[in-house]
């Protein structure tokens, strides 16, 4: 999960730097939009395929754990995971959801779901942000030449 905060706090300081425009050199700034585009895309890419391995993971654990907690584990499985036998109550059907919920490795990988979540929410964001940049800068250079009463 801190390697996932990490990601996202990386990706918001290099916003931050790229997010800002050289009023005085427009041309360079509109030839530098694809760059950025193309850098943000790869870093969704990249996130977007850690949120998928991340989920499977979930669901992974999440099978493990109603094995764990229906008594079903081998020892071999429970040395793998270093978890002792359960021995509460035993669980009905209709629970079972409640209880993975509340099951602490769950919640931690759900976290980092969770975290992966706002980072593709943020890449998407910002490339939104720089689909619009390119409008907004030609619509500049425009605006300065009709100013400069160049047509």
Do not use: C, F
């Amino acid at each position: 999960m801190e390697q996932t905060e990490s990601i996202l706090d990386q990706i918001k300081s290099m916003w931050k730097e790229d997010a800002k425009i050289n009023e005085g050199n427009i041309a360079k700034e509109i030839a530098n939009v694809p760059l950025l585009h193309s850098k943000y895309i790869g870093l969704l890419t990249d996130v977007k395929r850690a949120r998928k391995r991340t989920e499977n993971k979930l669901l992974r654990l999440q099978k493990d754990k109603i094995k764990y907690y229906k008594g079903e584990m081998t020892k071999d499985d429970l040395v793998k995971y270093g978890w002792n036998q359960y021995q509460g109550n035993k669980i009905l059907k209709s629970e079972m959801g409640d209880v993975l919920k509340m099951d602490e490795d769950l919640m931690v990988i759900d976290e980092e779901v969770y975290d992966l979540d706002v980072t593709v929410q943020l890449l998407e964001s910002i490339i939104k942000e720089l689909n619009s940049r390119n409008y907004s800068l030609r619509t500049h250079v425009d605006w300065t030449k009709m100013m400069n009463g160049l047509n």
